[in-house]
């Protein structure tokens, strides 16, 4: 049994490297603009200045490598520029499913059947796999950030230097990458925090090694990131080293993007209109009839997070309406919500769980067995949700929670959804029930998933094929069976 599963990971990985592959093959679109940066960036052998373009704020280590691949290769046209862009992206997507198989299937302390579930969760889940066929810098901090949480998971385990400084780099990449790289630095810095501080009693490391390598992660990372990226110019010319497009202070804003405003914090951090997302499962940018999950940002995350129509954005990603497809994409979306559901309870339950851990630990002198690996689990995800209500509070809009925002956490999220789901199948396999309806469950969603993402693909594919014949009866045709006269 332990080798069937090995093998359908395999037959997995596959599915998801080509989907990443051919979608970023066929793509053009992306939800940010990055582009124009690296093009600056490639053929004027500058940086632009951040009122010039809308994603000029941004680290630039994503554009620097594209723009240092355009000039090698001369691209001749600006669609395999986008392309090359996009390349990047999806290699940086396939290196992170490659880490998530490393550590599931190989490391977390679950069953087998659970590895490959939790595994499959990441490697097919297709908003994930939008974004690494995207021109964008989402897939590298993504990346960089697995990679930091890997290996730090790693030396808080042995205290090798090799993975002490493996992680040092991932994390000041991640850092470079984008913002949000940020939480990934703080949850490591707090990690060595509670070792220092002994809390617990475990069996730490001692106080002199944990702070030797505390004061050299911090200070690696404050000389580095700051200077190489654009926070402490930043900080210089607007007072925080923390600047969006959203920002005030940069004229280029994009409150259209963002729209609606929430009506209040309540309705927008306590609340969950699931009864809505089914009703109306995708996001409206425009206009002024907004569905009422909208508002919420909980129902905002978990529809972003596992249904990548549900964005409605970019522009040819939309199903067009009218279409006999937009009700069976829409459909596909329900099913994809209702049966996320499962992962998403296992999920809050596990980190729940750690968290009550946890606060014994604090709040109580008696021995605990908590692992530096518990605590760095703890604080990804909190750090990982916490940032994303800093960015509601700031600009009052649920339009800021995204799942690319907590996609670089997606390793520790997974790790406590296979310790809950492990839990379940021991207690289904003691009651002799729900055994059978858990397997299933899963089944489908990961089935859907594949569906999802082959639904925007042959969507994206069918507006690539018509830059070849449009005006011709071909096209004539295929445009009346699929998207009516």
Known sequence: MQLS?????LWVFACGVILRIALALVNDQANDIHMNVIKIMAYENRIPENEEDREAF?????????????KIVSPQSGRIETILAQLISCAAGIFTVVLAYRFFMKEVGVSEKVRFIAFSLLALNPVLIGINAQATNDSLAILFGSLAFYFGWHFLQNQRVIDFCWMSVSAVLGGLSKGNGLVIFIAILATFAIAFCRIGNAQYPSRNVTALYGFIFLVSYLTLVPTLGPYWKHYRQYGSPFVTNADPALVLARSEIFQPGTTSIVDALFTFRFGDMLKN????????DYPLHQSSGWSQLY???????????PPTWVVPTGTWARPLVFNI????????????????????RSLISAGRSLTTAQPSERRLTDWLLD???????????????????????????????????????????????????????LRFSADTTFAVLLLLYVIDATALLGQLSLGWASTFLHGTDIWNALRVLFRGP
């Open 303 to 313: 529809g972003r997070a596992h249904f990548v129509h549900f964005d409605a954005y």
């Open 281 to 288: 499962p995708q996001r409206v940018n425009t206009g002024v």
């Open 58 to 70: 941004q680290p630039k280590l994503y554009h620097a490598m594209v723009a240092a691949l355009l």
């Open 5 to 9: 599963f090995k093998k359908a990971a």
């Open 333 to 352: 979306g329900r099913l994809i919500l209702l049966c996320a559901v499962v992962p998403t309870v296992l999920m809050l339950t596990g980190l729940l």
């Open 379 to 433: 604080f990804t995800t909190v750090g990982y949700i916490l940032f994303l209500v800093v960015l509601f509070i700031k600009y009052q809009n649920t339009g800021w929670f995204k799942a690319i925002y907590i996609f670089p956490g997606f390793l520790a999220f997974l790790v406590f959804f296979a310790r809950e789901c492990d839990h379940l199948y021991a207690w289904c396999e003691e009651k002799k029930i």
